[in-house]
């Protein structure tokens, strides 16, 4: 189980973390990390991270202004959100998958394994 949280209401140039916790399993090989779906529009992949070697993948639309991190620890994945933009506005899904060994791009990851059921990002003009 994925259970995402830190969504919420922000003005345009401010910052969020969210936070996806994973129970009932520890993604340790996994490649884990963000969907989002805004109104209208089809999912787009944000962010992931492969648990085995740190690689960090991230949309173009965020690079430069998200950041993806992990703690062992308490099984949880952030993303840090900083620079949010009007068309940051979407439901953020946490998915992970413990088959993909190599991705040349996050539009590779077509099919995961694991959902959370989203969190909402708003970010008002």
Request: charged share 20%; with cysteine.
């Amino acid at each position: 189980q994925l259970v995402e949280s830190g969504g919420g209401l922000v003005q345009a140039g401010g910052s969020l973390r969210l936070s996806c916790t994973a129970s009932g399993f520890t993604f340790r090989d996994y490649v884990i990390g963000w969907f989002r779906q805004a109104p209208g529009k089809e999912r787009e992949g944000v962010s992931f991270i492969f648990k085995d070697d740190g690689r960090e993948y991230y949309a173009d639309t965020v690079k430069g202004r998200f950041t993806i991190s992990s703690d062992n620890a308490q099984n949880t994945v952030y993303l840090q959100m900083n620079s949010l933009k009007p068309e940051d506005t979407a439901v953020y899904y946490c998915a992970a998958d413990p088959s993909y060994a190599e991705i040349s791009d996050i539009t590779d990851l077509t099919g995961m394994d694991y959902w959370g059921k989203g969190t909402l990002v708003t970010v008002s003009s």
